[in-house]
């Protein structure tokens, strides 16, 4: 079924690294921009990240921008999310999500995984 | 950086409409759209492009965006639209959303 997964959360300690993983089925991978989105405990979405649909650009929010990387496998129709120099208020539910096609569910984000939640607690 | 600002709460009673509004500059420039979120759920597209339905969504949920101010309305409310939602708009190439807006069914 068209599904997007999200995996490899946890608990880790400050100043460490963590990479997420978001495995698709059911739909075209390759065709979608993706998109990571995080929930701390609590409180509000916030935006992280977005790699579009071929992986030739990729922007970050302010608050994630030179620790975090986002990347993608077309092959394997899986999104990462590399996570380093992790800090307290990094902890959240992240979740990724599918930004809807061009021409039809535009500038929104259609899809969404479950999501995974990530700790960083000494 | 571009802010997006929604009320933290709004209360309706059953059977009337909800109004919950998206507050930013220039805002209807930009295409709005709107979540929902229930406790322990991943967030739905309810709206997109300021006034679009996704498949699957009533028809009791519209949008609208003008001016500074995008506006989700939901027309005769049912307990089950009880829920937290946002609103996100592209500060491009980059991606705001809405603090939340609480929707109590009361």
């Known amino acids: 079924q068209v599904q997007l997964v999200e995996s490899g959360g946890g608990v880790v300690q400050p100043g460490r690294s963590l990479r997420l993983s978001c495995a698709a089925s059911g739909f075209t991978f390759s065709n979608y921009g993706m998109h990571w989105v995080r929930q701390a405990p609590g409180k509000g979405l916030e935006w992280v990240a977005v790699i579009w649909y071929d992986g030739s650009n990729k922007y970050y929010a302010d608050s994630v921008k030179g620790r975090f990387t986002i990347s993608r496998d077309n092959s394997k129709n899986t999104l990462y999310l590399q996570m380093n120099s992790l800090r307290a208020e990094d902890t959240a539910v992240y979740y990724c999500?599918?930004?809807?096609?061009?021409?039809?569910?535009?500038?929104?984000?259609?899809?969404w995984g479950q999501g995974t939640m990530v700790t960083v607690s000494s | 950086s571009y802010e997006l600002t929604q009320p933290p709460s709004v209360s309706v009673s059953p059977g009337q409409t909800a109004s919950i509004t998206c507050s930013g500059d220039?805002?209807?420039?930009?295409?709005a759209c709107w979540y929902q979120q229930k406790p322990g759920q991943s967030p739905v597209l309810v709206i997109y492009q300021d006034n679009n339905r996704p498949s699957g969504i009533p028809e009791r949920f519209s949008g609208s965006n003008s001016g500074n101010t995008a506006t989700l309305t939901i027309s005769g409310t049912q307990a089950m639209d009880e829920a937290d939602y946002y609103c996100?708009?592209?500060?491009?190439?980059?991606?705001?959303f809405g603090g939340g807006t609480k929707l109590t069914v009361l």
């Open positions: 220039k805002l209807g420039d930009k295409y």
């Open positions: 996100q708009a592209w500060d491009s190439p980059t991606v705001v």
């Open positions: 999500a599918r930004e809807g096609e061009v021409g039809t569910i535009s500038l929104a984000f259609d899809m």
